[in-house]
T-cell receptor, first 112, second 114 residues
């Protein structure tokens, strides 16, 4: 059974700092991995999707990497801003149906 | 596109009452998912549909929960009778197989059962 773990559960950093969020999964037979952002009281917004054949994806200040063999992904946020404060969720899928298994998330606070 | 639309956004009800949550997926998406989010358990998949047909309902917690998708643009999640432990945020999401399986979420329905 696939299990997804995110460390740390919470993180507080000063504005401008570069940071890394970690995600690990137990079954390396994945189809893709997605990183989401969730603001309080809101739904989930897809940030990056990495296919199993890819090593990384980039969008603006965000970079996500995938090491399928070791069951790990990282989300790198460059030059963090207070507006980046949110919960970041990692999720993996074993098919292209969109069926995802989620981690518990990392709650990020960026202080001005 | 308007995205995934859910209603109601908030529902407060008393134990024993029937609750119906509604979802309109993104047009053209052939997969629809119902997730539940709680502080204790995080996001859990309840059920998902492909082309309006339920594929996997193994996450539905009890017989009190049921879901339907009568057409490609509408789905319901029903709880009857509701219990306080059903209090959670229920999310609907949709995806399109040709779109590499990227999942798009609605804003969620926050349910409180007193």
């Amino acid at each position: 059974k696939q299990e997804v773990t995110q460390i740390p559960a919470a993180l507080s950093v000063p504005e401008g700092e570069n940071l890394v969020l970690n995600c690990s999964f137990t079954d390396s037979a994945i189809y893709n991995l997605q990183w989401f952002r969730q603001d309080p009281g809101k739904g989930l917004t897809s940030l990056l999707l990495i296919q199993s054949s890819q090593r990384e994806q980039t969008s603006g200040r965000l970079n996500a990497s995938l090491d399928k063999s070791s069951g790990r992904s990282t989300l790198y946020i460059a030059a963090s801003q207070p507006g980046d404060s949110a919960t970041y969720l990692c999720a993996v899928s074993s098919s292209n149906t969109g069926k995802l298994i989620f981690g518990q998330g990392t709650t990020l606070q960026v202080k001005p | 596109d308007a995205g995934v639309i859910q209603s109601p956004r908030h529902e407060v009800t008393e134990m024993g009452q029937e609750v119906t949550l509604r979802c309109k997926p993104i047009s053209g998406h052939d997969y629809l998912f119902w997730y539940r989010q709680t502080m204790m358990r995080g996001l859990e998949l309840l059920i998902y549909f492909n082309n309006n047909v339920p594929i996997d309902d193994s996450g539905m917690p009890e017989d009190r929960f049921s879901a339907k998708m009568p057409n490609a643009s509408f789905s319901t999640l029903k709880i009857q009778p509701s219990e306080p432990r059903d209090s959670a945020v229920y999310f609907c999401a949709s995806s399109r197989r040709e779109n590499t399986g990227e999942l798009f979420f609605g804003e969620g329905s926050r349910l409180t059962v007193l």
